[in-house]
């Protein structure tokens, strides 16, 4: 069965643009769920969708948004990029996100650098 | 807010066992134990997971202490290829759903 993929797998940017980066979970996984990773802060969860759905948001600005399409893929996009956004952007996929025990299998990430 | 304490950095010989502990004391009783590890520049790789009882997968054996106030991750026979960062994970159940809050990691560095 085929992992989580992300594309692209590297992006460099210019302050105050904005970017998108993909993400097509396991097939049969329907919860979708971005990360953030820095160096400074680790990896911070930012937000989860299942069923097209945003469930869960995690603490971060406006800038950030995401959704999911029918068939479970996802998108997240950053607006306005700043700096600080560069990033490893991490996407993980479960069969669904009930209050059960479930494992997250991630991605391998986007690299985001903002110049 | 940390949900879980981990030790900066662990070494471990080759061959050996690797014991990796992981505090979280103020985990309620429906919240679930995950540790998850992550091999530079790679996505995190689950490892294992449980409530209150002891689990034991192909990876590695999951201890839950009887209050839950902590665990240890044990790779039995640790190899060079076990060095990674062990993120010790607590499931929060939040009001719209599912978070997971990454711990600060322990960086094991498994020695030849």
């Known amino acids: 069965k085929a992992g989580v993929t992300q594309t692209p797998r590297y992006l460099i940017k210019t302050r105050g643009q904005q970017v998108t980066l993909s993400c097509s979970p396991i097939?049969?996984?329907?919860?979708v769920s971005w990360y953030q990773q820095t160096p400074g802060q680790g990896l911070q969860f930012l937000f989860e969708?299942?069923?097209?759905?945003?469930?869960n948001k995690g603490n971060f600005p406006g800038r950030f948004s995401g959704r999911q399409f029918s068939n479970s893929r996802s998108e997240m996009n950053v607006s306005t990029l700043e700096l600080g956004d560069s990033a490893l952007y991490l996407c993980?996929?479960?069969?669904?996100?009930?209050?059960?025990?479930?494992?997250?299998?991630f991605g391998p990430g986007t690299r985001l650098t903002v110049t | 807010d940390a949900k879980t304490t981990q030790p900066p950095s662990m070494d471990c010989a080759e061959g050996r066992a690797a014991n990796l502990p992981c505090n979280h004391s103020?985990?309620?009783?429906?919240?679930?134990v995950y540790w998850y590890r992550q091999i530079h520049s790679q996505g995190p790789q689950y490892i294992i997971h449980?409530?209150?009882n002891n689990e034991t997968n192909e990876m590695a054996s999951l201890i839950i202490t009887e209050d839950r106030k902590s665990s240890t991750l044990i790779l039995p026979h640790a190899t060079l290829r076990d060095t990674a960062v062990y993120y010790c994970i607590v499931r929060v159940e939040g009001w719209s759903g599912n978070q997971f809050y990454f711990g600060t990691g322990t960086s094991l560095t498994v020695i030849p």
């Open positions: 969708y299942f069923s097209e759905t945003q469930r």
């Open positions: 103020t985990i309620s009783g429906n919240e679930y």
């Open positions: 097939s049969g996984h329907r919860s």
């Open positions: 449980g409530l209150k």
């Open positions: 993980a996929s479960s069969f669904r996100p009930v209050p059960s025990s479930y494992e997250q299998y």
